[in-house]
């Protein structure tokens, strides 16, 4: 098991933005080295629709993944993977027996909805 990280102050963690959003596509992406999904996501009307990219292959179907809840960082810059801009980091565990797990709320809830 990994250790703690360096411990950060309070004001550090506000400055992550972390937001609820609902899966409205997920789609193959064959241009990658590891086995991922291209995500297009909706965060609600303050973020908008946002895409990402997701080592979940492993756990998760397309299908089961369209209309799902997830938890993503939205204020990180846009990151190149591949031809694929990301433009959101979707958060996920790593699974027992490999794969990602997604972080999910166990309730509805609004698009864009803040961690709180």
């Given at each position: 098991?990994?250790?703690?990280k360096?411990?950060?102050?309070y ?22 080295r590891?086995p991922m999904?291209r ?18 292959t ?18 990180f ?22 794969g ?14 803040r961690?709180?």
């Open positions: 098991m990994d250790k703690i360096t411990m950060i102050a004001q550090d963690f506000e400055k992550v933005d972390i937001r609820a959003g609902e899966i409205l596509e997920a789609e193959d992406f064959p241009e990658a590891k999904y995500l297009v996501i909706d965060f609600g009307p303050e973020i908008g629709i946002k895409r990402s990219a997701g080592q979940i492993k756990n998760y179907t397309k299908e089961e993944l369209v209309g799902k809840m997830i938890i993503g960082v939205v204020n810059p846009p990151k190149h993977i591949g031809p694929f801009i990301s433009e959101v980091l979707t958060l996920g565990l790593e699974g027992g027996e490999g990602i797990v997604l972080l999910c709320p166990t309730k509805r809830v609004p698009k864009g909805a961690m709180s």
